[in-house]
């Protein structure tokens, strides 16, 4: 699968294209249509597989369609990461 796979419209496809992408990861791949269908979505992956356009292409893709209605809603939790000692 890639990126012109998902119908994603032109000026996210174009901004996709431009940074070089081709193929989504597993997370976008499974995430990206489910969002734009307007369907909960939770996912898991590792860090720099791309979840943060997992969730961000489709609902730029929402907001655009949807705009007159402005019924958009999202919640993304994301955990935070502890760096040194509590202590």
Not at 56 to 68: D, W, Y
Request: proline share 9%.
């Amino acid at each position: 699968m890639n990126f012109t796979d998902l119908n994603l419209i032109e000026p996210i496809a174009k901004a996709i294209k431009e940074q070089g992408y081709i193929n989504p990861t597993p997370i976008q791949e499974k995430s990206i249509p489910e969002i734009t269908k307007g369907r909960d979505f939770l996912g898991c992956a590792q860090t720099g597989t791309g979840k943060t356009a997992a969730f961000a292409i489709p609902i730029l893709q929402n907001l655009f369609k949807n705009r007159p209605s402005n019924h958009i809603k999202a919640l993304i939790l994301t955990p935070t990461r502890r760096t040194g000692n509590p202590d």
